[in-house]
């Protein structure tokens, strides 16, 4: 199984509400990143949070790290319809600084 | 100030035949990634290279999947005699180092296409 995997898989909402995906790993990490996709786009880096950080903000972001449930969630606020796109979780495992593992990610509609 | 450009955006091609990919990464940029991304599905780590060489190399399927990297600029992906399976985005992504906290700049991909 992965190393990292993103919960729910779909998440629908309205604009303006919040949306709150989750990410669940299995070994101890260096740090966690945050990655959105856009259809038919490349990945855009939203924000890396570190084994030692416990939250962490970017505008209508928040990522919290719970390394002791080996989990992380991004809250995005005020949620838009450009917020709709793919979320992926990114873990640099402790043992390979250099290899950064996707999760599956979560697909984000947010409907106008 | 561009970002990091892949060619051909779309390939489509015949079961057998060779493809090569190519990714521009950023400029000074010393690392360079290559994904492979299937419809609907996360990204599946292929090989790095931190500046021409490639300290890892696990990640690539077979033996048919091969990568260059001339200095710290271009890169190739190369497929050879390609089949079904193969068909999928191919994402390349540029950093500054080869560090883990360094965020990964990513192109639009080469969806391609096995007939």
């Known amino acids: 199984s992965q190393q990292g995997e993103e919960d729910p898989q779909a998440l629908s909402i309205q604009e303006g509400e919040n949306a709150t995906m989750n990410c669940s790993y299995k070994?101890?990490?260096?740090?966690l990143q945050w990655y959105r996709q856009n259809s038919g786009r490349g990945l855009v880096h939203l924000i890396l949070i570190r084994s030692n950080e416990r939250e962490k903000h970017s505008g209508r972001l928040r990522v919290t790290l719970d390394t002791s449930k080996k989990s992380s969630s991004l809250l995005i606020t005020a949620s838009r319809a450009a917020d709709t796109a793919s979320y992926f979780c990114a873990t640099v495992m402790k043992t390979s600084y250099d290899k950064v593992i996707f999760g599956p990610g979560t697909s984000l509609s947010v409907i106008p | 100030g561009a970002g990091v450009s892949q060619s051909p955006s779309n390939k489509v091609t015949e079961k057998g035949k060779d493809v090569e990919l190519r990714c521009d990464p950023i400029?000074?940029?010393?690392?360079l990634y290559w994904y492979r991304q299937r419809l609907g599905q996360g990204l599946e780590f292929l090989i790095y290279f931190q500046g021409n060489s490639a300290p890892d190399k696990s990640g690539l399927p077979s033996d048919r999947f091969s990568a260059e990297r001339t200095g710290e600029s271009v890169s190739t992906l190369t497929i050879q005699r390609t089949q079904q399976e193969d068909s999928a985005v191919y994402l390349c992504?540029?950093?500054?180092?080869?560090?883990?906290?360094?965020?990964?700049?990513f192109g639009d991909g080469t969806r391609l296409s096995i007939l």
């Open positions: 400029s000074g940029h010393t690392a």
């Open positions: 992504a540029s950093s500054v180092l080869v560090l883990s906290n360094q965020p990964q700049h």
């Open positions: 070994t101890s990490i260096n740090n």
